[in-house]
């Protein structure tokens, strides 16, 4: 399953790139076995997503929890917590 993926703020910095097109194994089937999968690529993946806890996600735009299956989806967003003042 081919998904776009889009990184944000100190995901994207620590990854390197601000997003990317990538086929999933079937075994990835929701935003928490994503970020494990991710993280076990190492590098500035691993150093990202070492935390999963302090993410924010959006499954094709829409909020979601690291709970949330992500068959079907289209666009995935990893974000560290945004704050407003």
Known sequence: MAVHLL??????EAIGRDGET??????VDTVAALVRWLAAR???????????????????QSFASLATPIAGAREIALFPPVTGG
């Open 42 to 60: 190492g590098g500035g993946y691993a150093e990202a997503l070492a935390e999963p806890a302090r993410l924010r996600c959006a499954v094709d």
């Open 7 to 12: 990184y944000f703020a100190w995901v994207r």
């Open 22 to 27: 990538i086929d999933l194994p079937g075994k």
